[in-house]
């Protein structure tokens, strides 16, 4: 049966390397998505272990998985509900939210500083608060998300700016209405790691740099982290090859000699990416992926009974032209996960 492995010792690098760059900030750790397909229980876990008091998911259901895990956890996307839990905190991205939502609602306004995603209006914040305070909401935090912090560009030290400017119209509202100001936090990975502290800031958000992966190009300095998952496929037939045998849909790969292969439980039905035969992908051992990759299984040359298909997801991403987090989050939840040393 194929599994994914995750390995301890490298979330715990990984989270230490994150917390000591993120200096007076805390670190907040994004969970959404199944924890980039790692797992969502198992990462939260380890997680928590290793003092992580703060956590981002997508919806109250991988909220309410790991609220005893927590002291907060903000939801991303998701409306509040009777069933979310205590310590859940949700995601205002428009200011119509503010209007509906019932009071007691804790909250955190998403501002768009410069990505025109989600986030209210920079010249709306004020109103924005006043509506929701006049609802009876909580306002717990304010933060933004910077779109270019893993380029080389202007774009980042633009939306610290206006950033700056969102904080201080939060600051003199809150003061206004008699109430503490919120936690403010801007960073996400790339930004963390390209300026190297996050001190001005509350809380700084970590999604892909906690699971291994840095996007950063040359000239920044890249720091050294581990990835944490690796995933793993059984042997579930032999094969032996024979001059010109031809492997899986289109024939596509053609053996030039006889040779042994195995035909493995691993395919894109499991969110591995169906690879075409031509791409010349090999496994982290060195050996090659025959064919096409099917729905529910691939031939591998060799005859290891269980073998490592991918230990290094952005190798796979720049193959396919993508990045590491499209390689990762499809990644089945069915798939067991295994904690490991």
């Given at each position: 049966?194929?599994?994914?492995?995750?390995?301890?010792?490298?979330?715990?690098?990984n989270?230490?390397?994150?917390?000591?760059?993120?200096?007076?900030?805390?670190?907040?750790?994004v969970?959404?998505?199944?924890?980039?397909?790692?797992?969502?229980?198992?990462?939260?876990?380890?997680?928590?272990?290793?003092?992580?008091?703060?956590?981002?998911v997508?919806?109250?259901?991988?909220a309410?998985?790991?609220a005893?895990?927590?002291?907060?956890?903000?939801?991303?996307?998701?409306?509040?509900?009777?069933d979310a839990?205590?310590?859940?905190?949700?995601?205002?991205?428009?200011?119509?939210?503010?209007?509906?939502?019932a009071?007691?609602?804790?909250?955190?306004?998403?501002v768009?500083?410069?990505?025109?995603?989600?986030?209210?209006?920079?010249?709306?914040?004020?109103?924005?608060?006043?509506a929701?305070?006049?609802?009876?909401?909580?306002?717990?935090?304010?933060?933004s998300?910077?779109?270019?912090?893993?380029?080389?560009?202007?774009?980042?030290?633009?939306?610290e700016k206006?950033?700056e400017?969102?904080?201080?119209?939060?600051?003199?509202?809150?003061?206004?209405?008699?109430?503490?100001?919120?936690?403010?936090?801007?960073y996400?990975s790339?930004?963390?790691?390209?300026?190297?502290?996050?001190?001005q800031?509350?809380l700084?958000?970590?999604?892909?740099?906690?699971?291994?992966?840095?996007?950063?190009?040359?000239?920044?300095?890249?720091?050294?982290?581990?990835?944490?998952?690796?995933l793993?496929?059984?042997?579930?037939?032999?094969?032996?090859?024979?001059?010109?045998?031809?492997?899986?849909?289109?024939g596509?790969?053609?053996?030039k000699?006889?040779?042994?292969?195995?035909?493995?439980?691993?395919g894109?039905?499991?969110?591995?990416?169906?690879?075409?035969?031509?791409?010349?992908?090999?496994?982290?051992s060195?050996?090659?992926?025959?064919?096409?990759?099917?729905?529910?299984?691939?031939?591998?040359?060799?005859?290891?009974?269980?073998?490592?298909?991918?230990?290094?997801?952005?190798q796979?991403?720049?193959?396919?032209?993508?990045?590491?987090?499209?390689?990762?989050?499809?990644?089945?939840?069915?798939?067991?996960?295994?904690?490991?040393?």
């Amino acid at each position: 049966m194929s599994l994914i492995r995750l390995s301890k010792s490298a979330l715990i690098h990984n989270l230490s390397t994150l917390k000591d760059r993120g200096g007076k900030a805390e670190v907040a750790v994004v969970l959404k998505d199944n924890a980039y397909g790692h797992g969502l229980n198992e990462i939260a876990a380890l997680c928590a272990e290793n003092g992580a008091r703060y956590a981002v998911v997508r919806n109250r259901a991988e909220a309410k998985a790991i609220a005893p895990l927590f002291k907060e956890i903000l939801i991303l996307a998701d409306v509040p509900s009777l069933d979310a839990p205590e310590n859940a905190s949700f995601a205002i991205n428009d200011e119509r939210d503010a209007a509906k939502w019932a009071s007691g609602t804790k909250v955190h306004l998403k501002v768009d500083s410069g990505m025109r995603r989600n986030g209210v209006a920079i010249d709306s914040v004020a109103r924005t608060i006043d509506a929701l305070l006049d609802r009876g909401l909580i306002l717990r935090g304010v933060f933004s998300h910077p779109r270019s912090a893993d380029r080389l560009s202007t774009e980042l030290f633009w939306q610290e700016k206006n950033f700056e400017k969102i904080r201080a119209a939060v600051e003199k509202t809150c003061a206004r209405n008699n109430i503490d100001p919120p936690k403010f936090h801007l960073y996400n990975s790339a930004a963390l790691l390209r300026n190297g502290a996050a001190d001005q800031y509350d809380l700084v958000r970590v999604g892909v740099a906690l699971y291994g992966y840095c996007d950063l190009r040359i000239p920044f300095d890249k720091p050294p982290l581990k990835p944490v998952l690796s995933l793993w496929a059984q042997k579930i037939a032999d094969r032996k090859l024979c001059v010109a045998d031809r492997v899986g849909y289109g024939g596509v790969f053609e053996a030039k000699e006889a040779m042994r292969a195995g035909v493995y439980d691993i395919g894109y039905g499991d969110g591995f990416l169906r690879l075409n035969g031509l791409e010349g992908y090999e496994t982290p051992s060195g050996k090659k992926i025959l064919g096409r990759v099917s729905m529910d299984s691939v031939t591998i040359e060799g005859d290891d009974e269980l073998i490592c298909v991918l230990n290094d997801a952005e190798q796979l991403a720049r193959l396919r032209g993508t990045i590491s987090y499209e390689v990762l989050v499809r990644l089945n939840a069915s798939i067991r996960r295994e904690v490991v040393a």
